[in-house]
């Protein structure tokens, strides 16, 4: 089975452009997450999606930061403008969580660099 | 406020060597649940194990163990006869059983040396 896909793996922008990730959860689940990790900080939930409606959007920085899930297959996390202290890695992570707190299953992660 | 700690920012060990990761958590939650990440080098998280607040029982797969223990607040994670392949960092995470939050510890840097 397919696992959590995110795209592009590598994105090296100037600042100020706009840096879309995409993410494909895993077949069937209903529960999407952004996280960001960087040294500094460690593992940060951005944002998670249920059914595919926002729970929680604390993690969301700023203003300049964007997540949508229109549909059950398809994520997407936005930065614009994009500043050099955004550089990180960003991995989507999808769980079927009906029940009780499965496990979340990650992708490979976008490493996202800012110049 | 949930919270994950793990001391250990670093480990090395030679191979053949057991080695225990600790993590001590913070919850006002009863209702809770605790997981273990791998992160090897080439920077994927594999989930390794997830464990609710209401089963203590000590699970065992292969070289890898775990001891839950409620009155200690830790969820430490042993690999028995550790082996270059298992050098990654591992991360402790819990969610609290009112929503699906992971919070993450800061991680553990392990390095099997030859």
């Known amino acids: 089975d397919a696992g959590v896909i995110q795209s592009p793996r590598h994105e090296v922008t100037e600042m100020g452009q706009e840096v879309t990730l995409r993410c494909k959860p895993i077949s069937g689940h209903n529960s999407l997450f952004w996280y960001r990790q960087t040294m500094m900080r460690g593992l940060e939930l951005l944002i998670y999606?249920?059914?595919?409606?926002?729970?929680?959007d604390s993690g969301m920085p700023e203003d300049r930061f964007s997540a949508k899930m229109p549909n059950a297959s398809f994520s997407t996390l936005k930065i614009q403008p994009s500043e050099p202290r955004d550089s990180a890695v960003y991995f989507c992570a999808s769980s079927f969580d009906r029940v009780s707190n499965q496990p979340q299953h990650f992708g490979d992660g976008t490493r996202l660099s800012i110049l | 406020a949930q919270k994950v700690t793990q001391a250990q920012t670093e480990i090395s060990v030679v191979e053949k060597e057991d080695v225990t990761l600790d993590c001590v958590y913070e919850?006002?939650?009863?209702?809770?649940?605790l997981f273990w990440y791998k992160q090897p080098p080439s920077g994927e998280l594999v989930f390794l194990i997830r464990r609710n607040s209401f089963d203590e029982q000590n699970e065992i797969s292969g070289r890898y163990s775990w001891n839950f223990q409620k009155s200690t607040s830790s969820f430490n994670f042993t690999i028995t006869a550790s082996q270059v392949v298992d050098s990654a960092v591992y991360f402790c995470?819990?969610?609290?059983?009112?929503?699906?939050?992971?919070?993450f510890g800061e991680g553990t840097q392990l390095t099997v040396n030859p």
């Open positions: 919850t006002r939650d009863t209702t809770y649940y």
């Open positions: 999606f249920n059914n595919n409606v926002p729970i929680d």
């Open positions: 995470a819990l969610s609290e059983g009112s929503g699906s939050r992971l919070t």
